[in-house]
């Protein structure tokens, strides 16, 4: 199946930094990409959809200003997590979907912890 | 608002047993429901996706099934083994690219 590589898995921060999240997919092109938070023992909650070459859309009571997401070519979508604060320590994931298909293929995920 | 619920919420069983998992959804207008397995701290691996046309959808010990009128779906596991102990959610698409996860069935299976 087709991989895509999340990167780092684990990142620990100040409260104030910023930290950028990778999403690669390695065998096939990501037309469209999904950012996931989830927290402990929760399901997933969609946070934004991005289209490569286009601007992120945003669920409700996601900030845009806070959360960054850039989706630049077609195997590349960052997320920056900007002036990280504790509660925005969650684990966060990303997926990927190419030209024709139907399935949804994950990244690894980012357990963020911000002191 | 679409409403994805998993029964139960955990389960915790002896090997060798078999398991089905029920997801329950509240608009049945669907593009299709897939089923992921989640391992803890990991991503997520796709098992099983079902179009809406499609009644049921098989891949080894596994099998699931579509009831779209009635909302509802299940995942039954065959002869389960230790290595299936993980995060069980499904998922349903509507006709845009989100997916709206269930609330997640946490399985352990026991020697």
Known sequence: ?115 | KQEVTQIPAALSVPEGENLVLNCSFTDSAIYNLQWFRQDPGKGLTSLLLIQSSQREQTSGRLNASLDKSSGRSTLYIAASQPGDSATYLCAVRHNTDKLIFGTGTRLQVFP
């Open chain 1, 1 to 115: 199946g087709a991989v895509v590589s999340q990167h780092p898995s684990r990142v620990i921060c100040k409260s104030g930094t910023s930290v950028k999240i990778e999403c690669r997919s390695l065998d096939f092109q990501a037309t469209t990409m999904f950012w996931y938070r989830q927290f402990p023992k929760k399901s997933l909650m969609l946070m934004a959809t991005s289209n490569e070459g286009s601007k992120a859309t945003y669920e409700q009571g996601v900030e845009k200003d806070k959360f960054l997401i850039n989706h630049a070519s077609l195997t590349l979508s960052t997320l920056t997590v900007t002036s990280a604060h504790p509660e925005d320590s969650s684990f966060y994931i990303c997926s990927a979907r190419g030209w024709t298909g139907e399935k949804l293929f994950f990244g690894s995920g980012t357990q963020l912890s911000v002191l």
